[in-house]
């Protein structure tokens, strides 16, 4: 009887420690390696500083210096495009454009960005699809 008792007690025990790791062992991919505050900055000026570099272009102006805080990301889902897992972010941000004569604040403005992590995992890229096409592009972000 003892025998049987302590078989028993025995086998709740290791159910209980195999169970306490595999959950501590599995990982969640969503939250694995997202990207961080200062990758998600960098992806959005250069966004920003791609849209503002056509724009200049075509009104002949000198680009402004670009500074954003206040990232705030609001959704976050993981998306397969190109056969890399891609971070698909939204959010708010502030903004502060420097002019040669002038500084505009603006806050609470909306991103919508694509962050992929390259599969050596040291790179993260910023994709942007092409106009009038399903093809993305794909720039270095850090």
């Known amino acids: 009887m003892i025998r049987l008792w302590l078989y028993f007690v025995l086998t709740i025990i290791l159910i209980g420690l195999s169970s306490l790791i595999i959950a501590c062992s599995s990982s969640n991919p969503l939250t694995e390696s997202v990207p961080n505050q200062e990758v998600i900055k960098k992806a959005i000026v250069l966004q920003l500083t791609q849209n503002f570099q056509h724009l200049s272009d075509h009104l002949n102006t000198t ?14 889902e993981l998306v397969l495009i190109t056969q890399l897992s891609t971070y698909h972010l939204q959010g708010t941000y502030d903004l502060k454009l420097m002019f040669p004569r002038q500084t505009k604040n603006k806050q609470n403005n909306q991103f ?19 106009y009038n096409t399903t093809q993305w592009k794909s720039y270095l972000v850090i």
């Open 63 to 76: 680009l402004p210096q670009i500074k954003i805080n206040q990232i705030q990301v609001k959704q976050l």
């Open 112 to 130: 919508d960005i694509y962050i992929q992590r390259q599969i050596e995992g040291k790179t993260w890229r910023l994709l942007r699809r092409e």
